[in-house]
């Protein structure tokens, strides 16, 4: 032992020429396989932890934001923790949590009040349910008016997110929020119009009240959202759709008998109108003849003063004259009789129903 611990370079030589023995291959080859494997399972456990870190990428949308969540909460204060369209990166779950919010797309909502249970595929088919006999809690929702009546109605509405953190971090569920308040405003507006409002004389009326109460609401609860527009559809109970067909019908009557009434009562006071403006012109016209005539009249007159003052006597008898001979241009006979010298009066006698001269004979004319 003593020649062993002076001459171990010796020793070794001698232990490293001697032969291979089949116990020392196998475990050569298999420790060589056990090196293998663990580069494949390193390449192996490399190539995963590249896939789940390539698997953080992700997009956003030209009308989106995004907000990363890191175990709950939000990377980044304020505007900083939104994210603008393009790409990003962050850890995959569960560490980070991607949130994206719709900005520019309009969110549409529907109300869970005041309307029947039907399902989506039936409301696109139109083979609606039948009602029952009377209405069935659970199944037929409605609203009550202002004068006790009972009306199915259900608003839809459209919205988009203006404040995005405070959309998705203010509330528990924003979206269930914004339902809530469209129900409120739902209810609450029914309340105040009456059956025969909601459903024929003032449906806009109705619909534009929703909207502002809803409105009202959403910026009570500073949800965060700007409206767009909300519809509003409202129909009669179902079990009472008869009578209401009914009463439709006799005011659709109604309305078409005014109408007609109305036309009849536009096409009299049109003629009498016309009628009158031919009157009134008729009339302006002959007045406006009148005085002219007047006018030249009085023309004339103002001409022939001068000349009667002159000589009154001598211009009385040239009127005369002048107008004796147009009254007696086709009188067959005329007769004239002037003043006597002697101012006396003088005698006319005519006779009237003579007999017409007769012809002479040839022989009374010898």
């Known amino acids: 032992m003593s020649d062993e611990h002076e001459h171990p370079h010796h020793a070794h030589e001698h232990f490293a020429l001697a032969p291979v023995t089949p116990d020392d291959a196998g475990s050569e080859a298999l420790a060589e396989a056990f090196h293998s494997s663990f580069a494949i399972v390193k390449f192996a456990m490399l190539l995963l932890v590249v896939v789940f870190l390539c698997s953080g990428f992700f997009t956003v949308g030209p009308s989106e934001k995004a907000i990363i969540l890191r175990f709950g909460e939000p990377v980044g204060e304020g505007q900083k923790a939104l994210l603008s369209p393009g790409w990003h990166w962050s850890f995959p779950y569960p560490i980070d949590e991607v949130v994206k919010i719709p900005i520019t797309e309009i969110q549409q909502i529907k109300s869970t009040i005041g309307w029947y249970v039907v399902t989506p595929e039936q409301e696109l088919s139109g083979n609606m ?17 202002a004068d006790r009546n009972i009306v199915h109605t259900r608003a839809t509405l459209y919205y988009q997110v203006d404040a995005p953190i405070h959309y998705v971090f203010g509330f528990a569920s924003a979206s269930n929020t914004v339902q809530n308040a469209l129900n409120n405003a739902l209810l609450y507006t029914a309340a105040h119009f009456k059956v025969d409002d909601i459903l024929y004389n003032n449906r806009a009326g109705f619909q534009e009240a ?3 109460h809803v409105t009202e609401l959403a910026d009570q609860e500073q949800l965060g959202i700007s409206i767009d527009h909300c519809d509003v559809d409202s129909i009669p109970p179902r ?7 009914q009463v439709t019908a006799a005011r659709e009557n109604r309305n078409k008998v005014l109408y007609e009434a109305h036309s009849h009562e536009n096409q009299v006071t049109n003629n009498a109108t016309a009628q009158a403006f031919t009157i009134t012109n008729l009339a302006i016209s002959a007045r406006a003849r009148y005085v002219q005539s007047v006018e030249a009249d009085a023309k004339a007159f103002s001409a022939l003063l001068p000349n009667y003052r002159i000589n009154p006597s001598l211009f009385e008898q040239q009127q005369l004259v002048e107008v004796m001979g147009n009254v007696l241009t086709n009188v067959q006979d005329k ?24 012809q002479k004979t040839g022989a009374q004319m010898q």
């Not at 039948?130 to 409605?142: K, Q």
């Not at 079990?239 to 067909?245: C, T």
């Open 210 to 212: 929703v909207l502002q």
């Open 129 to 145: 349910p039948e009602p029952g006999a009377s209405l069935t809690p659970g199944v037929d929702g409605y609203v009550i008016s």
């Open 239 to 245: 079990q009472l759709k008869y009578f209401f067909d």
């Open 335 to 358: 007769f004239f009789l002037p003043e006597r010298l002697d101012g006396k009066t003088r005698e006319l006698r005519l006779l009237l129903n003579r007999e017409p001269p007769q």
